[in-house]
């Protein structure tokens, strides 16, 4: 671990760094600017000072070379024009110094000796050129000669000894400019190697301070967190560093601690729970073998009870038929006594057959066209609802998966409610309706009947459960359990609508095919109402309805609704 580093945050540290480095990079950029500044004044001289006044010194010295030669010409010859070369060196020498002067302003050395050099100039001119034309033009040129003397050549040396000291001069200058330059320069490259020196020594110190002050903390703390990590709770993170590192490290523990206590509690729940699961999966366990016991003892029962009762059940009839009215008026309604309950025990034991066989004996879920299903229920109801003058209709239904046989007893069931607890004197009206509701076909059958109170809503789905006395409304019970079971098998759920003005509603889902999910946003034909005993045309209905005129010709059963048919291999039930 590393040691704890004073109490400075890490942000003031590098701020701290970086002030430091800026001002010195600060400081030295502008002594660069500084010398910088002096250098191209230096340069500036050498450029466009010492140089040009050089050059013009070397024009100083023709000019008065010039005027030399023009007045030896001039004493030889005595013509005018060889001082033509005299007048220009004179108006070029003040041209030359004039222009020199403009130089001079940081030179006064250079200046003294340029007024030296005019000084001999004009001596010079005064005592030797100035008498050498007078004389020549008024002597002649012997006389003009005759004055230029070995002295006159002495006066003439001691100007360009005065010019050849202003060019050492100047060249001095130029010289001391240039060394000046030279100094500056290497300053500058001294100044720049200083700041680079600054800048690798504060990254140097950053990157060890980063590697001190943040990279081992966090590795430290970062082995700490996969010991925690790797399920060592209980370990103490502690972190060490700057305050902003000792207060993460005190975060991270705190986490630490809180996780440890919900994996604590997580640990107690589950343990709690794996308890109460195992005890669920006993009794699970315990409720599939009692449930399979009971579905065994009901099927066996009701087989074994079968025989006996078909006996009692023909013995009773056969003394009925052939005793009757040969006994008294009791006698005669005990054997009718026997007769009844032989008969609904026969019903009941049936009915408990097929509850028991809802699930257990499968055919495997094929599509089922309901409206086809429809078409045998209608047929299977027609002498009921012949008897009861009711009208049967339904709406165009779906095709769902399922098993018909079983479907078949679902639908019957209601349609046989729906006529078996009608009002006085109405005639009973059934619809069969369907609508898609997100994932599932909602189905519902509705009629004009008595209706059914909300409080005893849910009761009658109970079996053997009744709302009324076997002599006001025949039945076992059973028949809304064996709806129940059969939507439950399917995957769907069956309540009472009681919000209906009228009658009874009860609704049943059924899962729908994908692909009718799908068509769902596609627009609708219109649905078709079919009523039962009508031929609904091929061209209209997609998948052909039956005619339900065809138990037309069936005899009329004057003794009231059959209580019971055949669809497929299951029994119809009426509750």
């Known amino acids: 671990m590393t040691p704890v580093v004073g109490g400075w945050s890490l942000r003031r540290r590098v701020i701290t760094l970086l002030t430091v480095v800026g001002v010195l990079l600060i400081g030295l950029a502008v002594a660069e600017a500084a010398i910088a500044a002096r250098n191209r004044t230096q340069i500036d001289a050498i450029l466009n000072q010492t140089g040009p006044l050089r050059v013009q010194s070397q024009e100083l010295l023709n000019a008065v070379l010039d005027q030399e030669t023009a007045i030896r010409g001039y004493a030889v010859s005595g013509d005018p024009a060889d001082l033509a070369p005299y007048d220009a060196g004179l108006n070029q020498e003040k041209a030359t110094v004039t222009a020199m002067r403009a130089l001079l302003h940081d030179y006064p050395q250079i200046g003294q000796e340029l007024r030296i050099v005019e000084e001999r100039s004009a001596q010079w001119r005064e005592t030797v050129a100035e008498p050498v034309i007078t004389t020549t033009q008024r002597d002649g040129t012997r006389a003009g000669q005759a004055l230029v003397t070995e002295q006159a050549r002495q006066r003439f040396d001691e100007v360009r000894s005065a010019v050849d000291d202003l060019q050492q001069e100047i060249l001095a200058a130029r010289e001391q400019a240039a060394d000046n330059v030279r100094s500056s320069s290497n300053v500058l490259v001294v100044l720049l190697i200083v700041a680079a020196l600054v800048v690798v020594v504060a990254g140097a110190v950053l990157l060890l301070s980063l590697d001190r002050m943040v990279v081992k903390p966090l590795t430290g703390l970062a082995d700490q967190v996969r010991e925690v990590a790797e399920g060592d709770y209980q370990h103490r993170v502690a972190t060490v560093g700057p305050p902003e590192f000792i207060r993460l490290g005190d975060d991270v523990d705190a986490m630490r601690q809180k996780i440890a206590s919900d994996l604590a509690e997580v640990r107690e729940a589950r343990e709690r729970i794996e308890w109460v699961n195992s005890q669920l999966q006993k009794q699970a366990e315990e409720l599939t073998r009692s449930n399979r016991d009971l579905e065994q003892f009901a099927y066996v029962a009701s087989h074994d009870l079968q025989e006996p009762l078909r006996k009692v059940a023909s013995f009773c009839q056969l003394l009925q038929r052939r005793y009757a009215g040969q006994l008294d008026e009791r006698a005669d309604q005990y054997i009718a006594f026997a007769v009844d309950g032989a008969q ?17 004996l499968t055919t495997g879920f094929v599509d089922v066209d309901l409206n086809k299903v429809m078409g045998d229920v209608a047929g299977q109801t027609e002498a009921a609802r012949q008897y009861a003058d009711a009208e049967l209709t339904w709406t165009d239904l779906p095709v769902i998966r399922g098993e018909e046989p079983l479907l078949t007893n679902l639908l019957a069931n209601l349609v046989s409610n729906s006529i078996k607890f009608r009002r006085p004197d109405v005639p009973p009206k059934v619809h069969i309706s369907a609508r898609l509701v997100d994932a599932e076909w909602e189905i519902s059958c509705q009629d004009n009947g008595i209706g059914i109170e909300p409080e005893f809503a849910d009761k009658i789905f109970v ?56 068509a769902a946003a596609d627009p609708a034909e219109e649905p078709q109402e079919v009523t039962a005993g009508e031929t609904t045309p091929a061209d209209e209905v997609s998948s052909a309805q039956p005619e339900h005129s065809a138990g037309a010709d069936q005899p009329d059963r004057a003794d009231g609704p059959p209580e019971s048919g055949r669809t497929g291999d299951m029994r119809e039930t009426v509750g």
Request: aromatic share 8%; charged share 25%.
């Open 344 to 360: 609904r025990m026969q019903r009941l034991i049936n009915d408990l057959l097929a509850f028991s066989r809802i699930g257990r």
């Open 463 to 518: 079996i053997f459960q009744r709302l009324h006395s076997k002599d006001a409304y025949p039945g076992t019970g059973i028949g809304l359990a064996i709806v129940k079971k059969i939507v439950e098998y399917h995957g769907g759920r069956v309540w009472v609508d009681t919000d209906v003005p009228e009658g009874t509603a009860i609704r049943f889902t059924l899962p729908a095919r994908p692909e009718d999910v799908e």
